[in-house]
Structure formats: C-alpha cells, structure tokens
C-alpha cells in the first residue's frame, strides 16, 4: 500500500502563491504517472494537473493552465504544484493521486492511490 502525504496547502489573497508537495510512503510511484485533483465544497473532484513517469509529459485543466505547474522528483517520490496568480475559485482541498499507468491522465479512475488532501484557501 502506498501512502501519499500532501503539504503545503495555506490561506493567501488573490494573486497570491502557494506551493504543494506530496511525498509517497515508498518508491513504487517513481514509473507511474501522477497528478493533482481538488475539490470545493459541494462539488465533484476535479483534475487540476498531471504528469508522467519521467516527467515530460503534463497536462492542465483549462482553469489553471498558465497559472499551474506540476513537477515531480522521480528519485524522491516527490511532486509538487507551484501554483501563481491564485484566484477565490481555486479554493479547495488538493489531493496528490499515484497512476495506475505510466501516463498522465484527467480521469479519476485512472488514480489508484490518493493522499488526504491538504486545504487551500484564497481570499479576495
């Protein structure tokens, strides 16, 4: 089983930055892809931003393309989110998510283990 530990979630205003980290438990996720989804209150869990295995390939939900940018450390079982320019409608809690593939994808389904979340809050 492995776990996922996502931190540096916070509160900040508009235009603000914020940086997420989320560690794996054991070095099983270094060829599989993975991502960020988050989800507001009342609301359906989203993708956010996805990654590869080796790093190359990312995609973004069209919501935070150009303000986003996921980055993994293969060898420290490590992703991150450096998220700029942050808005009140990102406010939510994020969840890091190992793939069952090689391959970023937007699809929940294609997530095999996710962490707990870790809150983000944006104020206008």
């Known amino acids: 089983q492995v776990q996922l530990v996502e931190s540096g979630g916070g509160s900040v205003h508009a235009g603000g930055s914020l940086r997420l980290s989320c560690a794996a438990s054991?070095?099983?996720?270094?060829?599989?892809?993975m991502a960020w989804f988050r989800q507001a209150p009342g609301q359906e869990r989203e993708f956010v931003a996805g990654i590869n295995w080796s790093g190359d390939q990312k995609l973004y939900s069209d919501s935070v393309e150009g303000r986003f940018t996921i980055s993994r450390d293969r060898a420290a079982s490590t992703v991150f989110l450096q998220m700029n320019t942050l808005e009140p409608e990102d406010t939510a809690v994020y969840y890091c998510?190992?793939?069952?593939?090689?391959?970023?994808?937007?699809?929940?389904?294609?997530?095999?283990?996710w962490g707990r979340g870790t809150q983000v809050t944006v104020s206008s």
């Open positions: 054991r070095r099983t996720n270094s060829n599989n892809g």
């Open positions: 998510a190992v793939g069952r593939s090689a391959y970023a994808s937007r699809n929940t389904g294609s997530y095999a283990y």
